[in-house]
């Protein structure tokens, strides 16, 4: 069953910029929603130049904004404002990320958007949220990973520094998806009981929610879980990365007894305990992770991928981002599409796992669509229906 049109006739006014909003909006257009950039017009969504950007806008924004139209207003401007608030009145959604409180000192915050239409979503995407001590800080996907706890997790071990985490977590899952999940669970809500909401996300508490398992053994053994230390971040032999022959990496995922033993056969490691206990405490995991690290380094990644496979032992080849969309699995399950020009940035596209979008549009240029948006949304240049 496709979900390419399960937003067909939904509205959405989009103020965000960079990446969390605009990666919240582009799951929504995806579904069918149309997407409406409303920008700043003189400089308007400061993404469009982010390095590197070949010879035209960036490579990340145009993939994060596929499929939306744009329209250029000043909201500080007294008649701008007012048709936006126009907009609104007709508008399913409206998703934000300023600093809290900016949209109230606009004149366009969750009281004045109710005033026009009681059935409005407003989603209000910031660091630490719209309350609190932090309510006011600058912050950016490192501090929200920093004080969610999440930073903490990921590194070689406990005495040395946390690990750079690879994706911007916080504004990915902690910000757009949490984003995202909250708007349709609203629009659910609003068909029962025909009222809006404001949705309040916090990056900072979207990614503290990612840890919810580690929580969950914190307080069970003596030790606080950190990084280097856990079974699924460093503390195991089993579970980690190894460097092969050619230089390249294989991901060794054999946790369960009948995996790690099956790696055993096929690779000659020697578990003289037994799978059942082989690596438990630090010496054993020391003298398996010798084991695996020679054992690996004997041959090229690709040999292993082949070797291994015929073994299921949850081993796979760790891939760079520019091999990731030849994978034949990847090729076979139509991950990827192509918007414009396959040469240029940004025309490389991947779904998400809801399925190929409802569409298939590049992302605009500054108000490319401000006349046709608002005639079907029925204001003039004067903000007036």
């Not at 409303?38 to 924004?61: A, C, I, K, L």
């Not at 009145?89 to 000192?105: H, I, K, L, T």
């Not at 879980?225 to 190894?242: D, E, F, I, K, S």
Request: charged content about 25%; hydrophobic content about 40%; overall charge negative.
């Amino acid at each position: 069953m496709s979900l390419a049109h399960s937003l067909d006739g939904v509205r959405v006014l989009d103020l965000s910029r960079l990446l969390p909003g605009p990666f919240l909006t582009m799951v929504l257009a995806d579904l069918g929603a149309d997407v409406v950039k409303v920008e700043e017009p003189r400089v308007g969504d400061y993404m469009r130049e982010f390095p590197p950007r070949g010879e035209g806008m960036s490579g990340r924004y145009l993939t994060v904004n596929r499929n939306k139209r744009s329209v250029a207003m000043d909201l500080k401007d007294e008649l701008e404002r007012e048709r936006f608030l126009q907009m609104a009145a007709r508008a399913d959604v409206v998703v934000e990320s300023f600093r809290p409180g900016v949209m109230d000192r606009l004149g366009v915050g969750y009281e004045a958007l109710c005033g026009r239409n009681g059935g409005i979503i407003l989603c209000s995407i910031s660091g630490y949220g719209q309350t609190g001590l932090y309510r006011d800080r600058a912050g950016h996907d490192i501090n929200y990973l920093a004080l969610a706890g999440v930073l903490a997790m990921s590194g070689a071990a406990p005495d040395g520094p946390p690990g750079m985490a690879g994706v911007q977590i916080a504004d990915m899952a902690g910000g757009a998806m949490w984003g995202a999940i909250g708007i349709l669970a609203a629009l659910i809500e609003r068909d029962r009981t025909g009222k809006g909401t404001h949705l309040d996300i916090s990056m900072t508490e979207g990614a503290l929610a990612l840890l919810a398992s580690e929580f969950g053994i914190l307080g069970a053994g003596p030790e606080v879980p950190t990084r280097g230390t856990g079974l699924l971040n460093g503390g195991a032999a089993r579970y980690g990365v190894y460097r092969t022959s050619d230089g390249k990496y294989l991901s060794v995922g054999a946790l369960e007894p009948q995996f790690l033993s099956r790696l055993a056969t096929a690779t000659g490691l020697k578990l003289p305990r037994g799978p059942e206990t082989a690596g438990e405490g630090a010496a054993g995991e020391h003298e398996l992770r010798r084991q695996l690290t020679r054992i690996i380094s004997t041959k090229t990644r690709e040999e292993w991928v082949r070797m291994l496979a015929e073994h299921d032992c949850c081993c796979e080849a760790v891939l760079e981002l520019d091999e990731v969309a030849e994978h034949p699995l990847h090729r076979e399950r139509g991950l990827f599409f192509e918007i414009g020009d396959s040469g240029s940035p940004g025309a490389l596209q991947v779904r998400t796992p809801l399925g190929m979008p409802a569409a298939r549009r590049p992302a605009p240029a500054l108000g490319q669509h401000s006349d046709e948006v608002f005639r079907e949304y029925g204001v003039n240049d004067t903000g007036v229906a």
